[in-house]
């Protein structure tokens, strides 16, 4: 499946922001990982505070499933610099056992006024790819 893109950029900041507000509000159920380190870093080599709703096995297939497969929809913001500020990737998991849904990678750059990024990654409400991709849409 090829991946759907949507780019926000300049002026269209101010919107991302509030159309990134909404979705969490409207979408997002929970925040299962949390860390900070160099752009660049892979998703497994990050040291990432874990939502303790879930063991560590239960987290290692959700980090192996997103470095695994590519995102349906990929979201990014870029500032008037053309630097990269947010972007946002959402995969559809499911391994046939205790992970099935669709998980939402979340990437802010320049961190803390620092030159770290903060990746997040969250567990979305029972919702399909067509209304998260209608969302960015609107």
């Known amino acids: 499946m090829k991946t759907e893109r949507h780019f926000f950029l300049g002026e269209a900041n101010e919107f991302f ?3 990134l507000h ?3 509000d409207l979408f997002v159920e929970t925040m299962l990982l949390c860390g900070v380190d160099e752009p660049g870093t892979s998703l ?3 040291k990432l505070t874990k939502n303790p709703a879930h063991n560590l096995k239960y987290y290692k297939k959700i980090v192996g499933g997103l470095l695994k497969f590519p995102p349906s929809i990929s979201i990014s913001c870029i500032d008037q610099h053309q ?3 947010a972007e946002m990737f959402f995969t559809h998991l499911d391994n ?3 992970i099935n849904g669709i998980f939402l990678t979340q990437n802010v750059y320049h961190w803390d006024g620092t030159d770290l990024y903060c990746v997040q990654v969250w567990s979305l409400k029972d919702i399909d790819l067509y209304y998260i991709n209608n969302h960015w849409l609107d």
């Open 17 to 19: 922001a509030e159309k």
């Open 96 to 98: 046939g056992k205790d």
């Open 44 to 46: 497994d080599k990050i």
């Open 22 to 24: 909404s979705f969490h």
């Open 83 to 85: 630097n990269l500020i």
